[in-house]
C-alpha cells in the first residue's frame, strides 16, 4: 500500500534554532512531492519537488528531494512564532486517476 | 475573488443523521477536490471532478459517502447515515488543472457526529 511518512511527529524548538523536518514515501509512479503549511485552517502550498537534489528555497525555507533515497527534508532557519504549525507532505503518485497522498504532518511549535 | 467557499463551518449531528456538505469554487477552476482530515490518518483525498464529471472517487470511503457537482459553482459531499468515526474536518479544494500545486483550499467544515 502507498504511503506518505513524516518525522518528526511534534517538535518543540526556542526561536533562532534551524529545524529540519522529515519526509519519506513509498508510492508507485512517483510524480512530484509537495510541502504544506497549515496553522488552523487550511493548507498553504509551500514547495513542490520533481527533480533529485535540486533545491527549492524562499526565504528561511528550502526543501530538497532524493528520489532514490525516496525521502525529502524541508529546512527552516533562524525559526519565528510565526513558523509555528503542522507541516503537510503530500506526493502525487497517479495511477488510474489522479491520487494524492498525504502525510500526518510534523507540528512545530516555535517558543520565543 | 472570495475563494472557495464551504458550508457549513461546523456541524454537530447524531449519528444516523444525513450530513450535507457545500463546496462553491473558485470561479473558472476546471477541478474540484474534496478531502477528510483527521488526526490519526491525516489529510485524505475522498474524490476529485473535472468539469463537473467525477474522475477518481477511489478515497471515498464507504456507500455513506456521496459527492455530486451538479455545475461548475456547486458541489456536495454527503454521508448517509452519519457515525461519530466520521467526525472529522472535512476540505474542498479548487484549481485550474490538475496539479496539487495549484489547488487553493477552502476553509474547511469540522464535522462532529455525536
Known amino acids: 500500500e502507498d504511503k506518505v511518512v513524516q518525522s518528526p511527529l511534534s517538535l518543540v524548538v526556542h526561536e533562532g534554532d534551524t529545524v529540519t523536518l522529515n519526509c519519506s514515501y513509498e508510492?508507485?509512479?512517483?510524480?512530484?512531492l509537495l510541502w504544506y503549511k497549515q496553522e488552523k485552517k487550511a493548507p498553504t502550498f509551500l514547495f513542490m519537488l520533481?527533480?533529485?537534489?535540486i533545491e527549492k528555497k524562499s526565504g528561511r525555507l528550502s526543501s530538497i528531494l532524493d528520489k532514490k533515497e525516496l525521502f525529502s527534508i524541508l529546512n527552516i532557519t533562524a525559526t519565528q512564532t510565526g513558523d509555528s504549525a503542522v507541516y503537510l507532505c503530500a506526493v502525487e503518485a497517479p495511477n488510474t486517476g489522479n491520487q494524492f497522498y498525504f502525510g500526518t504532518g510534523t507540528s512545530l511549535t516555535v517558543i520565543p | 475573488d472570495a475563494g472557495v467557499i464551504q458550508s457549513p463551518r461546523h456541524e454537530v449531528t447524531e449519528m444516523g443523521q444525513e450530513v450535507t456538505l457545500r463546496c462553491k469554487p473558485i470561479?473558472?477552476?476546471?477541478?474540484l477536490f474534496w478531502y477528510r482530515q483527521t488526526m490519526m490518518r491525516g489529510l485524505e483525498l475522498l474524490i476529485y471532478?473535472?468539469?463537473?464529471?467525477?474522475?477518481?472517487d477511489s478515497g471515498m470511503p464507504e456507500d455513506r459517502f456521496s459527492a455530486k457537482m451538479p455545475n461548475a459553482s456547486f458541489s456536495t459531499l454527503k454521508i448517509q447515515p452519519s457515525e461519530p468515526r466520521d467526525s472529522a474536518v472535512y476540505f474542498c479544494?479548487?484549481?485550474?488543472?490538475?496539479?496539487?500545486?495549484?489547488?487553493?483550499f477552502g476553509p474547511g467544515t469540522r464535522l462532529t457526529v455525536l
Open positions: 471532478f473535472n468539469n463537473n464529471v467525477p474522475i477518481d
Open positions: 508510492v508507485t509512479n512517483f510524480r512530484s
Open positions: 479544494a479548487s484549481s485550474p488543472g490538475p496539479g496539487i500545486d495549484t489547488q487553493y
Open positions: 470561479s473558472g477552476h476546471d477541478y
Open positions: 520533481t527533480s533529485s537534489g
